[in-house]
């Protein structure tokens, strides 16, 4: 065991560290993704640490007693199946690694041709980005406006005709409707699906057929249907009557003026009709609650000698009513104080003239409202945000297969385009904050996690070009999990970013294990090249171990076996195609690249530039 633990020492001291600050950073990142990941990264750290304590320990412990009680090494049909093509693919492997060291040109050629493929697929628009990808949840929820106005008899009426088609859906299990809430116009339908492996349709699916009956029967009603996604935390923004909204493309207009902002958003819901992938748009404000407005002329108040506080008073006391005293200890209140407001009969169905009518007092005589203002009847709206001071209004949709970055760039090359009105401007918001800012957070942690892997492998090493080649292992595992990100049809996303950085660290295992034994042989005297194929071929069998392991441990996440877990698919193709890939290059073009640096050490590399351009001056 002391012999084991010397040879393999030195290169799971390096691989445990690497682990370290790969995780570590997960754990403390800022945000959501802290909220996410920090149970996650610690976990992989204190496991890593953990483990290498045991095996250094008690796994040369429990070693030394099983073989030292003369402890056989199974035999049999099986384990010599096993060992022939253990032996086989160690043959096969070093006639590939020395073919490869001939033609050093032509593998590092098509390694780089694969990089930059799969690397193009981002810009190019094949591999997709969203902050977090959609889940099945089984639930939905379909939402019910009528035009302000509108009594809940009304609308219970309307609401009856859409459940009679949920309830006649398959696939719907339960369904709790409400009406009036938070106005009498509004009504909700929550649905529950039955579970995901039991039904032919995607809640999707459900969710478009819902949609096509609303659009033949919905009438004066406006309706959306929205998938459940309560797995995406902490993108709500607001919607019509203060309810939340978790609708994945928002939209925040901001403008000084109402009028100017409500005609800009009309104009942008058109825009966004127009543009590909979005549906059930959707607007905070709403219009429709009549109002009485009145314009108050100050030239007539100077003349009448009157004030606006007079108007006021006036008219809150005619309509509202005035405090005119107490009835104490009243005996049809409980013997409780009962305060006495006096007003004008019928004043709460005055019209206009009525209005126009009601006595103001003045100075000098006693004049009416109609003299001093002019009163008429408007629409005014429901609710008025405000955003950093602005005037806001929130517009959402909900997508329709595309990923949330596609339809973000689509809708800022429409808008963009267009006259939105005097001081009206435009932001992203929800989703697309969330998106922004995380991915920025993730690459942070991403290239402090290589800086400090360089630093450690540096010390241990006391080399710089050591843990420099060690670093082609990431971009070799980003072949593969760009790959597999095209082929499953996933996106970049919080948790493919995340799986990135998983993978950054699993990877360097396969070149620490080959670089470190390799550095080992040529100690004991054997040159690079004998050294870097008795690397490999000696290597070969822990590099696959360790990565079929961890590709089958990804597995079932892969396969999203159960619901909502479609959250985690990107990450665990992203690992396991990265694994594949750098498993697969690591042990031919590490190779390559170790030997060039042995013939061309980086001081001669220099030396020559620094000789050629003072030659040329």
């Known amino acids: 065991p002391e012999e084991v633990l010397s040879t393999i020492g030195m290169a799971a001291i390096p691989i445990t560290l690497c682990d370290l600050v790969v995780f570590l950073p997960i754990a403390f990142m800022p945000g959501m993704t802290r909220q996410f990941f920090r149970q996650f990264g610690l976990t992989i750290v204190f496991a890593t640490l953990f483990s290498l304590f045991v095996s250094f320990t008690l796994t040369p412990m429990l070693a030394s007693r099983l073989f030292n009680k003369n402890m056989k090494t199974p035999d049999g049909a099986i384990w ?32 780089l041709l694969c990089f930059m493929l799969t ?44 459940e009679q088609y949920v309830e006649a859906l398959p696939e719907v299990t ?13 009504a909700n339908i929550s649905v529950q699906l039955t579970d995901r492996k039991k039904r ?23 309706v959306r249907v929205d998938e459940t996604q309560s797995s995406v935390a902490g993108v709500s923004g607001n919607s019509s009557g203060g309810k939340p909204s978790f609708a994945p493309v928002q939209i925040e207009l901001r403008g ?33 609650m009549p109002e009485i407005q009145l314009h108050i002329d100050r030239e007539k108040l100077n003349f009448f000698n009157t004030s606006v506080g007079d108007i006021t008073n006036a008219f809150s006391a005619a309509i509202s009513g005035k405090n005119a005293g107490v009835i104490p200890n009243d005996p049809n209140h409980d013997n409780q104080d009962t305060n006495i407001i006096v007003r ?30 002019t009163l008429n009847e408007g629409v005014g709206p429901i609710t008025i945000r405000r ?14 297969n595309i990923p949330l970055n596609d339809a973000l760039q689509n809708i800022k090359q429409v808008l963009d385009k267009e006259d939105l009105g005097k001081g009206i401007s435009y932001r992203f918001t929800g989703q697309a904050d969330n998106m922004k800012e995380t991915f920025t957070e993730i690459l942070q942690a991403l290239a402090l996690a290589l800086i400090l892997v360089y630093m450690i492998l540096a010390i241990l090493y006391e080399s710089t070009l050591t843990p420099f080649i060690r670093m082609f292992s990431l971009p070799l595992g980003m072949i593969g999990s760009l790959l597999f990100l095209l082929i499953t049809n996933n996106t970049i996303n919080l948790y493919s970013l995340i799986g990135i950085l998983v993978m950054d660290g699993l990877v360097a295992k396969n070149g620490t294990l080959l670089l470190d034994y390799t550095l080992t042989l040529m100690n004991e005297g054997k040159t690079a090249y004998d050294a870097i194929i008795e690397a490999g071929k000696v290597r070969l069998k822990p590099i696959f171990m360790t990565t079929l392991t961890m590709v089958v441990g990804m597995l079932p996440t892969a396969l999203s076996m159960t619901e909502g877990s479609e959250t985690r698919v990107s990450m665990a193709w992203v690992i396991i195609g990265g694994l594949l890939s750098s498993t697969i290059f690591t042990l031919v073009v590490i190779p390559i690249i170790f030997l060039f640096f042995e013939k061309h050490p980086p001081t001669q590399i220099l030396t020559k530039i620094k000789s050629m351009i003072f030659n040329n001056r």
Do not use: C
């Open 256 to 288: 000084n003026d109402l009028n100017t902002l409500v005609a800009s958003s009309y104009k942008v819901q058109e825009l966004l009709k127009k543009v590909n992938g979005l549906k059930d748009i959707r607007s905070s404000y709403t219009e429709g």
């Open 344 to 373: 004008l009969q019928h004043s709460d169905g005055f019209k206009l003239s009525d209005i126009s009518n009601i006595p103001v007092g003045s100075s000098s005589h006693l004049i009416f409202l109609g003299n001093v203002a």
């Open 200 to 222: 032919s349709r995607s809640v999707w699916q459900v969710s478009n057929s819902i949609r096509d009956f609303a659009a033949q029967n919905s009438g004066e009603a406006t």
């Open 119 to 162: 690397a193009s697929l981002i810009p190019l628009g094949a591999i997709g980005a969203e902050y977090m990808p959609q889940t099945d949840e089984s639930s939905l929820n379909i939402s019910i406006e009528l035009p302000v106005g509108r009594n809940i008899d009304s609308t219970n009426e309307t609401i009856k005709v859409f």
């Open 387 to 400: 955003v950093d001071k602005q005037m806001s209004i929130n517009l959402q949709a909900n997508l329709n």
């Open 174 to 186: 339960n369904y709790l409707t409400t009406v009036g809430k938070p106005n009498s116009n509004n």
């Open 80 to 111: 010599r199946f096993i060992d022939n093509l253990e032996q086989s693919a160690i043959n096969k492997y070093e006639k590939i690694i020395t073919w490869s060291l001939k033609h050093p040109k032509k593998i590092l050629s098509i390694a």
